[in-house]
């Protein structure tokens, strides 16, 4: 035992290794990764990072490189609040908090609202990050299913009943409108409007996270909850990860100016501010049009990708294998017979060079949806996603 254990968390003593990491840690270098949700290193766009960085450099370096306000880069806020417009979000710089990646917002929700043992509704399947923030922090989370429509507002409804009935007052719902983590599903207009009004009606946050709002290929966008909501109930959050890149750990939290207050109390306890440096980077690389340009060419790489990946799964998937046609994002989601060895499947996968996120990952009790598999298709050449259905496709006949 380590002479470190009884120093430890209770949450942190809770945490279990997780079996599938355990298995997807024997993956061979050289492996085809369906498993990511990346964007295209390979097109990441370098020498315009390259030139504004030294356009910082050359014009802002006595703010870009100190302390600055924690709610935020002022060039960067007011840029967003012109996004947001551009969404009808009806957004000034006092509803704008900047953040180090969504993911920094999982954690600053939960030490602003989330006593541990509170209450908060998630999808399920939901994004693996927001479980692993919210359980850290001591949250009680209440899954509620989607379809092939988003979040089932019925059972949302059910779950709010039911906890106002033993007195309990849940603190918010983690609602994925749009190409769904992992799913790929899209929430639909009725059902962001219904939300509203279950929000309002239980008192309970709504906290939209919106990751791959510009990655539509297909169908008309979609108003975001946020820009429909007139009362005030909801978080949004979004992120330069997905549009610009992950490394340069860019995203922001819009909201009422109150809440706002309070989740900047919050992350000046954590982090300070994010980085001014990058956020100076990533307002004058959005500001010059250079991020709508990059957008738009990422967005008919992974459209092609995606396609061609439904193709393949046309092609090689047995009968009884079902999975999603998401009409944005990054990934989508395939269901194999529920009798099959899910963990067999991983392991001879990942056996045979290939990765893919199982199930388990996007469920708060880890042991549903081994039959399962988010499949990111941003990542990877025609070639390598022929050859990784079909691998999935040959293990999968296999077991059933
Ligand atoms: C749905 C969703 N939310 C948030 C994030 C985290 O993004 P960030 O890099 O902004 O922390 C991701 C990343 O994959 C995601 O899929």
Redesign the pocket.
Known sequence: MSKYAHLYSGIMKAAKPSKVNQIMAKQKPGAIHLSG??PDPNYFPREEIKEIISYVMDNEAATALQYGNPAGYPKLIEHVVEIANSKNQKTKNENVMV????????GLMCKAFVNPGDYIIVEEP??S??IMAFRGHGANMLPVPIDDQGVIPEEVEKVLAEKEKEGIQVKFMYI?PNY??PAGVSLSLERRKKLLEIAKKYNVLIYE????IEFRYEGEELPTIKSLDEDGMVVY??????TLA?GV???WVIAEPELIKGLTAAKMATSLMSSPLNQALSAEFSIRGYLKNHVEKSKELYKKRKNYMLEALEKYMPEGVTWTKPQGG??LWVTAPEHIDGEEMLKQVVEAGVSYRPGPSFYVDDTKGWNQARLCFTTVDEEAIDKGIKTIADVIKKLM
């Not at 953040?99 to 999982?106: A, L, P």
């Open positions: 949700g990346f953040v180090n990646g969504s993911t920094e917002s999982f939901t994004y990050g927001a994925l769904q983590n996270d919106d990751a791959y959050t979004t992120t330069f990860s997905k992950p750990r860019i995203g990054y990934f």
